[in-house]
């Protein structure tokens, strides 16, 4: 097996694809260095990122399986995971060899692996667009805080874009370091660097706007008198609202 090391991109992740095509290395699997850490055994290609072998990639795939299922190749990739990765491999390698069916038959293993992490992704992609809480500072930006499972930030931010076109806005995945700042022109990818805050872990600091502090105390009333004890049902709660989410919610701080 023969590991093409990557830069972390989805088009670097293209471009490992593209040169593994063209040396014909079926065997190919596509890693960052991180990820696959030492091995003795390891054969390591290092692929540079090239945007218009990326391109070529998309234009081919897109040719063969139409537009909405080329999307699905990036939610893939977003997952982080190495075995999604090499899946999507294997897949856009069946593709282009005269099999563009191949990601309707849940009969063979690859494709129905890819289309539960399809499914994975919506689902985390749908509870961060319910449960993200903005926080309105002191100048006028509201700010979100988020810790998804899977890197899913780049699949919603078109959606609140839509949502709040009339307000500047942040949303900030403490995970990966990295966020999206909407200043009412356009968005802007943004990341704090771990010397910002003394080698602390990455967050947010918002000195709140008073009204929203005022708002933030009537919601948490709010939650706390809609709430009916006799039917409390932490188990069905929780599946609704998983636990991990709680920490960025509003109503459920003390």
Known sequence: ??????????????????????????????????????????????????????????????????KERVYDFYRNFLSEDPKAWHIGFKLMRSIFTNNPGILKNYADADALAFSQTIKKMGRESHRM????????????????????????????????????????????????????????????????????????????????????THYQQLWKAYFKATNIVARKNIKLHVQHVPKRYWKYLVEKQD
């Open 1 to 66: 097996m023969t590991y093409y090391i990557f830069d972390g991109s989805y088009l670097g992740y293209l471009s490992a694809f593209f040169q593994s095509f063209q040396e014909r290395k079926v065997d190919a699997i596509p890693m960052i260095d991180e990820k696959l850490g030492s091995s003795l055994f390891a054969v390591k290609t290092y692929v540079e990122t090239d945007s218009e072998r990326a391109k070529r990639i998309l234009k081919g795939l897109e040719k063969h399986i139409g």
């Open 129 to 212: 667009k319910a449960f993200i809480r903005f926080s309105k500072s002191a100048d006028e930006l509201y700010s979100a805080v988020i810790e998804p499972d899977f890197n899913v930030l780049p699949l919603i931010i078109s959606f609140f874009k839509k949502r709040f076109a009339d307000q500047r806005w942040l949303i900030y995945d403490v995970k990966r370091r990295y966020g999206y700042l909407y200043n009412l022109q356009d968005i802007q990818e943004v990341t704090l660097s771990e010397a910002s805050n003394n080698g602390a872990d990455l967050a947010i600091q918002i000195e709140l706007d008073q009204q929203e």
